[in-house]
Structure formats: structure tokens, C-alpha cells
């Protein structure tokens, strides 16, 4: 009512509101205006008792659903919820739920759902916690820590027309890899590192050496199963739900949880040759990429790297390559020159190797690289597969593992990649680039435009990943601010 009342002198036009303007009206005004103030204080205060009041009984009314797992109020629990590998953003959980069923996911989530938005509650879907940017981490919210799903248990399908395996979102790719292995048959798409999740990597992109011919990990997923932001629970594919099935493929976590996928699998190989090459010259680099990538039935993963400033290059090889001709490997000198490794993989087994050894030695003989700085190595197909962990333990062991990792990971269209080069290599990182630079090409034809992930327009795009580590302490080249200034010139 009081309301009403003030209201009408306001919406009153301004003309007839100057010409009324006699004490009586403005002692009304006064008063009015006085009530509306209480009332508003009155109104905001009872917002926040209420708010705080929902926030408070937030983790009891968690706390009483009916779950196979459970929720977490442990700090220790809520500050690893609250890290991640980029160890630059810390956003502490109010809870972290270790689900034990899909069901777990789905009530507390329509639970969430239910309080409506005066609960404030965000939730986030944490696989390994690899993220750069506090992607899995939710500000006061509930953290689902994916790891602990442990169902669907892994199952490989090897009809003679449909080869897959259906696994839970939180598995890792490492456990998957040994699984299908036992059947004789592996994914057709990796990341460079295999202890990340199911869920992490197939809500980012999962983008590696293989991706030219079988597209990114998120082109090999065939079904999925969601929890959406109700709570309800959608199985999804192509042909069902497909709206969803594509939003969620590179949709970090934000069109839904995936708590179970059937991904490709193909038959296994046991061995890998496993090669580098070095260019001094970037277009020879590139021309010899793209070829390879169009080339059929040459390389089964085609990666690169740039070499900025080394002197001891080949010495660091020298363990685990070996040179195809030692006296013309000794002689090379990288100088310091910035150089362009081309790296390449060909799967096999032990009957083969002749036919590969042929095969191989003709498809090189196509490149332009430095002829004398060929090198090779054979390793078996996990080893190959699992090669970054290996770092990890070295890392591990020297206490550089666990420091900032301001990374970027760009697609840069082929068109732009000569100009990019040029005024990257060439100008902007001369002395150190505090980490490995990857570059690689990718057909954009394996991708599918109506994921979530965005894509350059051109048939060929590069993937360029400056993967830098930072010293803590440090205010030098080596230090965060001067990684993160000169990620920005990128
Ligand atoms: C050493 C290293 C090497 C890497 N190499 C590559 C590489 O070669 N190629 C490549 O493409 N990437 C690579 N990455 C990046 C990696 O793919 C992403 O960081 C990935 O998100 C990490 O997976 P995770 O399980 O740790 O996910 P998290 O960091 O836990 O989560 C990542 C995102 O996915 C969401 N999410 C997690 N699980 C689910 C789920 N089940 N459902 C819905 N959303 C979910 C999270 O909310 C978050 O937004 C690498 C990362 C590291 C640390």
C-alpha cells in the first residue's frame, strides 16, 4: 500500500510534479521516502538472514542426503580441491563430494538445483586436477571429485563390427590403456600425458600426435552419459541428444557432468619406432609436416618441437636416441641456433619390422631435414604412450613438478604460422623458453564443428603450446611475471 502511494507522486511527469509544490505534498514526501528507506533496509537485511541462513544449513542439508559415497568438510580435502597443476588460482570448496554411483552426482546436484540461486552454490567436476586455471574449482561451491566413480568398471567390447570400451568419467587414460591392452586393442587418440581423466580431457579437446588422422580424443567418443544441470541423467550420442552430446565434447564441464563414455578402440601394436629430425630452416619444417600428414599410411604420429639456444642438444638424446650415422651425428653443432625437431612415430610388431624398417627408410628419404641428425630408438607401444611420466617421476625427484605453470596452447591457422614463427622465434623468445614449445599441424576435416571447442577456420590449423615452468621466488626471465608478459606478446 505504501508503496502504491509513493509511487504515484514519482511516476507523476515532472511539469505537474513542479507545480505541485506545496507543504503538505512534501511533508508527505518526506515521510514516505523515510519508510521506504526502513522498509528497503528492512527488505535487504531479510535477504541476508535468509541467504546466510540458506548458506549456513547449506552442508548439514548436503550432509543429509542419501548417498553410497560422501561429502567432505577436511581442509586437507578442500585445499587439494582448491589446487590444480597451473598452481596459480586457489578457490576453496565449502564441500568435495567423493561420489561412489552416478546417483551420488544426481541428488546432489537436484539437491543443488532445488535450494534455487540464493544458495550461491557453484559445483565443478574435478578429474586429475591438471587444469591450468582453477577450471576445476568452485569458489565456495561443491567439488566432485570424479576419481573416486568407479563405476561403470571398464568394459572392452571387441564384436567384429563395434570395437569400444565403455569407461567411467573419472577414469584415468593410463588405467584404460593397460585395460584394452589386455584385449589386444587400445584408443586410437591420445594426450601427450596419460594421468588425466576420461571427463578432463573429452571436456577440453585431448589433442596429441594421433589427432591428424583420427581427429582429437572428442572425435572418438561415440556415447555418453550426463548429469545435467537438474540432476537428470541423459545418455547421449550422434543420433540422441545430439545437441547436448556436442556441447558437452570440449564444453569444460559447463553443459553437464560426464560420468560414463564409450570410447573407439583399434588393435594394438607392441613396438614403436619412435624418430626426431632437425631443420634449421622453419618453412623445410613445415612443408615436411604437412606432407606427412596428408601422406596415408606413412607415420602413425606426427608432433614437433623448437629448440631454442641449446648447445648440448644432442647429448641429451644420446641415452635413450641413437643416431643413424655417429660419425655425422658428432660433428653437427646446434650453436645456439633456434632449430625445429620433427618427431615422428611408427607403430609395429616383431614380425613386421622388416617391412617397417623399408618403409620407414622411404618415407624419410622423402624430407628435407639435416641429414645428419637422424635419430632413432624403439620402445615398446606403452612406454612410447607414457612417455611424459617418466619427466613427471625425474621432476618429481628434484622438487620442479609442483611449481606455477603459466601455459599457453594456442591454434594458430596455417595461413599465420609463418608470421607467427617469425616474430615469435624470431624476436620474442630467443634465450629460453622455460619449457618445451610444441608445434604441430592438424586436418581440420577429423574435427567436428558442432562440439564446444573452438576451431580456426582453415582446413590446417598448428597447435603451438609454450608449456613453461616458473621459479617461485624468482623476478628473473625464469620468474611468473616475465613468463606471463611474454605469453601476452604471443
Ligand atoms: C603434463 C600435462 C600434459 C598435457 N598434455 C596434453 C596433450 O597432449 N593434449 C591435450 O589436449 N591436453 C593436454 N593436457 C591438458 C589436459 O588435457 C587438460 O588439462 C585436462 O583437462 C586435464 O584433465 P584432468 O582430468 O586433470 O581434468 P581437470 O583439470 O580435473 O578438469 C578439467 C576441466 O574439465 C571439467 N571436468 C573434469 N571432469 C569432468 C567430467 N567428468 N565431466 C564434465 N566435466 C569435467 C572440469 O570441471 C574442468 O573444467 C596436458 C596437461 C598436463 C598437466
Redesign the pocket.
Known amino acids: 500500500m505504501m508503496i502504491k502511494l509513493l509511487h504515484h507522486p514519482l511516476t507523476t511527469n515532472k511539469s505537474s510534479y513542479r507545480k505541485m509544490r506545496y507543504p503538505s505534498f512534501s511533508l508527505l514526501r518526506e515521510h514516505n521516502i523515510l519508510f521506504i528507506r526502513g522498509f528497503m533496509i528492512l527488505f535487504l537485511s531479510c535477504i541476508t538472514i535468509q541467504l546466510n541462513f540458506c548458506i549456513s544449513s547449506t552442508p548439514s542439508s548436503l550432509k543429509a542426503l542419501p548417498l553410497e559415497g560422501h561429502f567432505s568438510f577436511e581442509e586437507a580435502d578442500l585445499k587439494h580441491a582448491a589446487s590444480?597443476?597451473g598452481n596459480r588460482y586457489q578457490s576453496h570448496p565449502m564441500a568435495v563430494l567423493h561420489p561412489k554411483s552416478v546417483s551420488d552426482i544426481a541428488n546432489t546436484i537436484k539437491h543443488i538445483w532445488n535450494l534455487g540461486p540464493s544458495s550461491q552454490l557453484s559445483v565443478?567436476?574435478?578429474?586429475?586436477?591438471?587444469?591450468?586455471q582453477g577450471?576445476?574449482q568452485a569458489h565456495g561451491g561443491v567439488v566432485i571429485n570424479?576419481e573416486s566413480l568407479s563405476v561403470p568398471e571398464m568394459q572392452v567390447h571387441t564384436g567384429e563390427s563395434s570395437l569400444y570400451v565403455d569407461v567411467s568419467?573419472?577414469e584415468?587414460w593410463i588405467n584404460i590403456l593397460h585395460e584394452t591392452l589386455r584385449y589386444g586393442f587400445t584408443p586410437r587418440s591420445?594426450?601427450?600425458?596419460l594421468?588425466?581423466?576420461?571427463?578432463?580431457?573429452?571436456?577440453?579437446?585431448?589433442?596429441?600426435g594421433q589427432a591428424f588422422r583420427h581427429g582429437?580424443?572428442i572425435s572418438n567418443v561415440q556415447k555418453l552419459e550426463?548429469v545435467t544441470g537438474t540432476g537428470e541423467v541423459v545418455n547421449c550420442s550422434e543420433e540422441q541428444n545430439g545437441e547436448l552430446f556436442h556441447s558437452?565434447l570440449g564444453?569444460?564441464?559447463?553443459f553437464?557432468?560426464?560420468?560414463r563414455a564409450r570410447i573407439f578402440l583399434e588393435p594394438a601394436p607392441a613396438m614403436v619406432k619412435w624418430i626426431r629430425v632437425l631443420y634449421a630452416d622453419f618453412t623445410a619444417f613445415i612443408r615436411d609436416q604437412e606432407k606427412l600428414i596428408f601422406a596415408e599410411k606413412a607415420f602413425d604420429y606426427v608432433e614437433g618441437f623448437v629448440i631454442i639456444n641449446r648447445t648440448g642438444l644432442l647429448n641429451n638424446w644420446s641415452s635413450s636416441f641413437n643416431p643413424q650415422d655417429p660419425v655425422q651425428a658428432s660433428e653437427f653443432k646446434s650453436d645456439g641456433r633456434t632449430l625445429f625437431c620433427l618427431e615422428l612415430a611408427k607403430y609395429y610388431n616383431l614380425e613386421e619390422t622388416l617391412l617397417v624398417n623399408q618403409e620407414v627408410e622411404k618415407h624419410l628419404s622423402r624430407l628435407n631435414y639435416i641429414p645428419s641428425t637422424l635419430f632413432l630408438t624403439e620402445v615398446t607401444y606403452v612406454d612410447f604412450l607414457d612417455r611424459?611420466h617418466t619427466s613427471?617421476v625425474k621432476l618429481r625427484s628434484k622438487g620442479l613438478w609442483d611449481v606455477p605453470?603459466p601455459w599457453l596452447?594456442l591454434f594458430i591457422p596455417k595461413t599465420k604460422i609463418h608470421h607467427f614463427a617469425e616474430v615469435v622465434f624470431g624476436n620474442i623468445v630467443k634465450e629460453t623458453s622455460n619449457g618445451p614449445v610444441l608445434i604441430y599441424p592438424v586436418n581440420k576435416s577429423k574435427w567436428d564443428n558442432r562440439t564446444s571447442v573452438v576451431i580456426p577456420e582453415e582446413d590446417i590449423f598448428y597447435l603451438v603450446?609454450f608449456?613453461a615452468s616458473a621459479v617461485p621466488s624468482s623476478n628473473g626471465p625464469d620468474g611468473l611475471e616475465h613468463i606471463l608478459s611474454r605469453n601476452k606478446k604471443f
Open positions: 590444480d597443476f565443478a567436476a574435478r578429474g586429475h586436477g591438471h587444469s591450468l577450471q576445476a570424479m568419467g573419472g584415468l591420445w594426450t601427450d600425458y594421468h588425466l581423466t576420461v571427463g578432463g580431457t573429452l571436456s577440453n579437446a585431448g589433442v596429441s582429437p580424443q550426463i558437452v564444453g569444460l564441464g559447463q553437464g557432468i560426464i560420468t611424459v613427471e605453470h596452447n603450446a608449456l
